[in-house]
């Protein structure tokens, strides 16, 4: 699996111009007016990672296969959204469907692009998309809660364990803070999950700023930065324009242009990088003559649900998985030279699959 982040802001902070980018697609409509993405865009990314090079080298491998992130264009959102103003009520289904939200915010002044509000301060535009996702849960859980409160004082006790999280959650609402926030147990987590909620999401700040702060942002990212980390979040400094200048050049001229611009690496690159982080997201490999492809877990996942990635079948008649570290492997010289070396491990059910595992299973049909 891969994961599903959904971009998100006000209208005009540069989200379809990010989304083509990273996509290397024009299927969003970039322009200079609100709602001009009217459906929700989606685009496949494949996950940039050095190490796929070097063990298809060692395996002599016939292709590479990296892993996929998707990307979700959504409309821009405008105050009122919770209440249904703008595209409100699509917004707020298609960010239902996300695992995470991307967070764009306007890092820079231009007088030929219109601010929804009139003037740029991504802290306020960041609390106006927060405060809508909150409401939107606000009103979602008061309209359940009656009924579900009405079941637990009948001795329903699946009834009084989500009375119990929905206080917790609404709590936490009333107060102005996002459902995140919420004190939920561990084994109430995937009751919390099924409520769906807008603001339990994870959130990735991106501050678009203009091409010559790419480097070292600027005064409102880094009050972006500060406000990020006050909330224990992520944020990342990319500026779409160059990453669509970036995403327009051969593959083999991007690094002289970014090195000019004072970048080791693509926007792209950075924002799945933290993405991994803020989901914690690992990738394991398989390497063979035939390929070499990248797979993602989330961090704590065991083989045989590791192996139900690649397919159902490996997962119920697992056995075992031979697994070499990515060192190992490369180091060493390839699966035959680590087996000499005693460096590949069988591993049973129990064991927690490690990021830059490369491994091989086995199991029953």
Request: charged share 25%; proline share 4%.
């Amino acid at each position: 699996m891969g994961f599903k982040c959904g971009i998100v802001g006000l209208p005009n902070v540069g989200k379809s111009t990010l989304f083509n980018a990273l996509t290397q697609t024009v299927a969003a409509q970039a322009a200079n007016y609100p709602f001009c993405t009217i459906e929700p865009n989606v685009g496949n990314v494949a996950v940039p990672d050095p190490r796929l090079d070097a063990l298809a080298s060692t395996a002599n491998s016939a292709s590479i296969i990296p892993t996929q992130l998707t990307f979700v264009d959504i409309a821009g959102l405008v105050r009122g959204a919770s209440k249904g103003e703008g595209l409100g009520n699509q917004f707020l289904a298609n960010i239902r469907e996300v695992d995470a939200i991307c967070h764009v915010l306007r890092c820079f002044e231009d007088d030929d692009i219109t601010h929804v509000d009139g003037k740029v301060d991504p802290i306020a535009d960041a609390d106006t998309v927060e405060t809508e996702l909150m409401l939107a849960d606000l009103e979602s859980l008061e309209k359940r809660y009656t009924r579900l409160e009405k079941q637990a004082k009948t001795g329903d006790k699946d009834a009084k364990i989500m009375v119990a999280i929905m206080d917790k959650v609404l709590t936490v609402l009333r107060d102005g803070q996002p459902a995140r926030v919420a004190d939920i147990d561990k084994e109430e987590q995937k009751l919390f999950e099924g409520l769906q909620l807008l603001s339990s999401k994870p959130v990735l700040y991106v501050c678009n700023v203009e091409e010559d702060a790419a480097a070292t942002g600027n005064e409102f990212s880094e009050a972006v930065t500060a406000m990020a980390k006050e909330k224990g979040a992520i944020s990342v400094v990319i500026s779409a324009a160059i990453e669509a200048e970036v995403a327009g050049l051969p593959a083999d001229e991007q690094p002289m242009f970014l090195e000019e611009l004072g970048l080791s690496e693509t926007g792209l690159a950075r924002i799945i990088r933290a993405g991994y982080d803020l989901l914690g997201l690992i990738t394991y490999f398989t390497c063979g003559p035939k390929e070499t492809r990248a797979w993602t877990v989330t961090e704590g996942t065991k083989a045989p649900q590791a192996a139900g990635v690649i397919h159902t079948d490996f997962e119920k008649g697992f056995i075992r998985a031979e697994t070499t570290a990515y060192d190992d492997y490369v180091g060493l010289g390839g699966e035959t030279a680590a087996k000499d070396a005693g460096k590949v491990r069988l591993e049973g059910k129990e064991y927690i699959v490690s990021d830059g595992d490369v491994m091989l299973f086995r199991f029953n049909t």
